[in-house]
């Protein structure tokens, strides 16, 4: 088992999580920059609850997720090292919430027809929030091999 532990942590090293928090913040910055440059939304009809409920979701999503993941990421960059449990928990959470805003984004946008300008950038949106989802769940994977290897 040692040497299992042992290979493990030269493969992961001391900077794979902090590289995938710097990913992570990266196209949370550009989902941001998406939705404020195009005004895009995540769906439903305007003027109705499911109009504000789906934009709220999105926006808190990227919002709330940057609010975790930046301080995470600055723990690591200072040498802190940050429960693997803890991360776990977090990674998990980002994984389900932009994975359901990617989803919205992208149900929304591929039927949405009326400017083509937005269209792609809709789905682009989507897009960058579903491949940002699969890096939160890269970082459950290393924080799950993390936890069984201690």
């Known amino acids: ?3 299992m532990k042992d290979v493990v942590t030269s493969l992961l090293g001391r ?3 902090p590289a995938l928090k710097l ?3 990266l196209l949370a ?3 941001i920059a998406l939705l404020r440059y195009y005004n895009l939304s995540f769906g439903g009809e ?3 609850a499911s109009y504000h409920d789906r934009y709220l979701f999105g926006v808190m999503t990227i919002g709330g997720m940057l609010l975790v993941t930046i ?3 600055v723990a690591h960059l200072f040498g802190s090292e940050i429960r693997p449990g803890l991360d776990l928990i977090y990674s998990l959470m980002g994984f389900v919430l932009f994975l ?3 989803i919205l984004s992208l149900e929304f946008y591929v039927i949405y027809r009326n400017r083509p300008g937005n269209l792609n950038a809709g789905r682009s949106l989507g897009s960058m ?3 940002n989802s699969f890096f939160f769940l890269l970082n459950t994977i290393v924080s799950l091999v993390r936890i069984f290897l201690k």
């Open 71 to 73: 301080p995470i990421f």
């Open 23 to 25: 990913i992570q913040i």
């Open 1 to 3: 088992m040692a040497e």
């Open 100 to 102: 359901t805003a990617g």
């Open 15 to 17: 900077w794979a999580v």
């Open 29 to 31: 910055i550009i989902c």
């Open 129 to 131: 929030l579903i491949i």
């Open 46 to 48: 305007l003027n109705q």
